[in-house]
């Protein structure tokens, strides 16, 4: 059987030269043309890993065992996918934590981040909190690969959001935007945290209220132009989006709003929505088909 890596990037290779030679119908636009590249959201793939990380692993407590145990599963599926990994460790509560950086081949240095954390409270399996979204991020990663898309984008599966025995939080994704270096905070386009999306409806997009709101409101746009039901909101700082726009990077989250699982034991599987995880899945897939060189340098502008 052939690997699904050399798979990727078989079809890596071979994607300019059809995107190219093919045009789109009379009267379609580039953006609905470069659309036609991405594959589509599939909500059954997404459960799966779900399953694996809420389930299969199940509590994620940040420096534990079954954290670096979810961040082995998330990168050897982005590995599978054709994408690059790094591993970015750090230290916290006495113990070693990590994220899991992806980006595929060629891509920038500075794109758009697109990231959620991997791990959960104690007690919490933490199916919506947050493997809901590292889904998310890897179905999307699948949808994107080997299209002209990812090369603006970088995928982060943040740990150590959750608080910790110090009481910090947004560990993982402050070592992130530390590590980053003056250049690289000044140049890096902007940053989409998705966290909690598969237990509420409308969806929300917003900012934390402290960095650019520009790519939150790029967000919202391009979700609403797509008949998603969504609405803007400004939070607190209060998922890994925070630490981006304190940086002065334009930041967004994706979220479905307060549910009674929240840092629960009940935070399972069976208690979370397939139905809202494909549809934050397809409004993260608008935004994907949207960003380009054009896009970056708006965020750029600040």
Known sequence: MIARGF???LI????PLWDASVPGPPGETATEQAEQQLGYFNKDRAMTHVRALARDIGIRVRATRNERRGARYIAAEFESLGYRVRIQKFSVDDGTSRNIVAWWPGARRYPVI???????????PGANDNASGVAVLLETARIAAGTSHVEFLKFVAFGSEEYGADGSHHVGSQVFVNRLGEHGRARLAGMVS???????SPLIVGTAGIGP?????VLFKKIDRKGIEVVYRTTCDCSDNGPFELAG???SFMWSGDEPDYHSPSDTVRNMSPKD?????????ALVAAVDIDLLRRLRER
């Open 114 to 124: 697109l990231g959620g954390h991997m791990d959960s409270v104690p007690g919490a």
């Open 7 to 9: 798979i990727a990037l």
């Open 213 to 217: 709101d520009v790519m939150a409101r």
């Open 12 to 15: 890596a290779t071979l994607s």
């Open 194 to 200: 998705v966290d909690m999306v598969a237990d509420g």
């Open 277 to 285: 995880l494909g549809r934050t899945g397809r409004a993260l897939r």
């Open 249 to 251: 990077i334009p930041g």
